[in-house]
């Protein structure tokens, strides 16, 4: 899940600076196996991780997205993990990061470079530690790249980006745009209700832990998903 392109992709801002995000993810977050990927240590949230914290105070309640298991990213990671020749040498987009979950498998699998578009300036902390945590490197850019031209990449993995109709809106027509391009495509999604399913070819299907949508973490059976010939 990612809070790129959250209510119109306004970059959403931190209590503290850079610097102190991250000593406060590493103070208070667990560094854990990432449930259903043992392969994958992530700092993660728990009862006392008092993320609240880090919200300026004018901000809303929305859930820190990043500090829990999210089933797209999770799904995208499997079949990663499952197929790594997808992304092997290739350079990767990972839309709305999130906790970076996504780009840290593609390059343990061995993808060139990957761009992590995340604008959650707390979430950007997080995918630099977790990278750090895994031994990789990411590179971060918070730029709304929805309202961008395709990317100079020749992958890109969306995984829960589709959590609402608003933000599906705009995330389709940019896809769309970036297989054109000649961009490989693939999505990772609970089929979440504003997800395009006309729109799009299952792959494959795996059971994942899943804290969307109100969940508490329980097994969702998710899919990864490419775009279907127009």
């Known amino acids: 899940m990612s809070?790129?392109?959250r209510r119109e992709a306004k970059p959403s801002r931190s209590a503290l600076p850079l610097s102190d995000v991250r000593a406060f993810i590493v103070e208070n977050l667990h560094l854990k196996p990432a449930p259903g990927l043992s392969e994958i240590v992530l700092y993660t949230a728990h009862p006392g991780s008092r993320l609240s914290r880090l919200r300026p105070n004018d901000a809303d309640d929305s859930p820190p997205y990043w500090a829990y298991n999210w089933a797209g990213g999770t799904l995208l990671a499997r079949h990663i993990l499952k197929y790594p020749d997808i992304i092997c040498d290739r350079r990767v987009l990972d839309l709305g990061s999130g906790s970076g979950i996504v780009g840290i498998v593609a390059r343990k699998c061995g993808a060139s470079h990957v761009l992590a578009a995340e604008i959650d300036t707390n979430a950007i902390a997080a995918i630099g530690l977790n990278a750090e945590a895994n031994g990789v490197a990411i590179e971060v850019t918070s730029a709304d790249v929805l309202a961008g031209a395709p990317?100079?990449?020749?992958?890109?993995?969306?995984g829960d980006v589709f959590y609402d109709a608003r933000l599906a809106?705009?995330?389709?027509?940019f896809l769309v745009a970036s297989r054109k391009a000649g961009i490989d495509v693939l999505i990772g999604d609970p089929r979440r209700q504003s997800l395009p399913l006309a729109a799009l070819r299952l792959v494959a299907e795996y059971a994942v832990p899943d804290f969307g949508d109100g969940s508490t973490g329980q097994g969702a059976i998710g899919g990864v998903f490419t775009l279907a010939e127009s």
Request: aromatic share 0%; net charge negative; glycine share 6%.
């Open 3 to 5: 809070g790129q392109h």
């Open 151 to 158: 990317p100079d990449v020749d992958v890109i993995l969306a």
């Open 169 to 173: 809106a705009r995330v389709l027509p």
